[in-house]
């Protein structure tokens, strides 16, 4: 169940979230912030809403929003999702849902330019592209506690650093093509020790402790390099292993370098 209209005012991340919580509206007070996944079910080009925001950066008037409902924005809306650490503490960007480019990015939680509230009530967590259940026939997997969009899979085969950086850059998937090889932080973000994910180690059928049921083959490039004192690449790149928990670097200008290793390509906030 959706607000007929968001707040209608410019606010912060905090600010959207506490308008939300504090909403008592047709009898109910469980209302929310939407989630990434929520916000982009809305978008349908064949219907359209009213928008009139000032984008204050290009001093441009932008007119149209295309929105399922003919719900009434006035803005992009805030999701209730923000960057979380290793900790599961928050610490960075909040999440919002772009119409003008039907996709979701990122902002400081306290830059509130054209950023507004939508609530919504009750879960859609099954129909959720943030459900782990149905991955690998929808071909990724978005993390709900991070907004990022993963690949349902790793590229199957061994391949070097710089081949697994190129692969993730010219993938196309989901419609998107600002896909990334995961840094390291964000591969340790879906190490899952209480998780069995279906998966290959080489040959053999295995499992590895991955969230959102990706399908793994191997060990995971990750996009950092190890520096030298100097703060030059040293030959050494970072990889995680999703068997073990752990991270570890080897050598990419080394032939072996490349058995069973993966990219694993992600896409969101870097």
Known sequence: MWAGKDNGNAVTWGNAESYCRKQRLAGYSDWRLATIDELASLVDASESA???VF??????LHVGLVV???LSLTGNPWSGTREIDRFGHPYGDGWFFDFAQSKPSGDLPYFRNTKYALCVRRSSIAADPSSAQDTQARGYWVDPSTGLMWA?????????WGKAMKHCRK??????SDWRLANLAELEGIYDKSANAPGLDGQEDFTFRVKGNLFLTGDQWSSNRVMDDRGHPSGYEWYFNFNEGRADNDPSGFPYSSVLMRALCVRGSN
Do not use: H, Q
């Open 152 to 160: 349902a899979k790793d590229n199957g085969k061994d391949v070097s």
């Open 68 to 70: 399922r409902g003919g």
């Open 171 to 176: 993938l196309r998937l989901a419609g998107f």
């Open 50 to 52: 009213s928008e009139r």
């Open 55 to 60: 984008d204050i950066e290009t001093f441009s």
